[in-house]
């Protein structure tokens, strides 16, 4: 059997996108941006933003108030969006385009 890989590899631009919105997120802000969720499902990619600042949490309760937040390609729900803006976060939404079409 053979396989084949096509070259270049790469992520999908939704995921491309995501990466991009938290690396500014850091240059603009500063550390730390806090992200809900792994941004990724890609471990040396999340480790990389980690040690560039990032704060990867699980829930918004885990973001004090008046942070900077991101919301991970996955997509968060309507509760969680209004959750942020409730308390008051700076939120940047690197939901996937064509999950919100979901």
Request: overall charge neutral.
């Amino acid at each position: 059997m053979q396989i084949t890989l096509a070259n270049p590899r790469g992520f999908c631009a939704g995921v491309d996108r995501a990466i991009e919105i938290v690396e500014r997120a850091l240059e603009i802000f500063g550390a730390p941006v806090y992200v809900r969720h792994e941004v990724v499902h890609n471990k040396y990619v999340v480790e990389t933003l980690r040690k560039m600042g990032a704060v990867f949490v699980e829930e918004l309760d885990e973001v004090p108030d008046n942070s900077t937040v991101i919301f991970s390609a996955h997509g968060v729900s309507i509760a969680v969006r209004e959750e942020a803006t409730r308390r008051k976060l700076r939120v940047f939404d690197a939901i996937c385009p064509l999950v919100t079409k979901v």
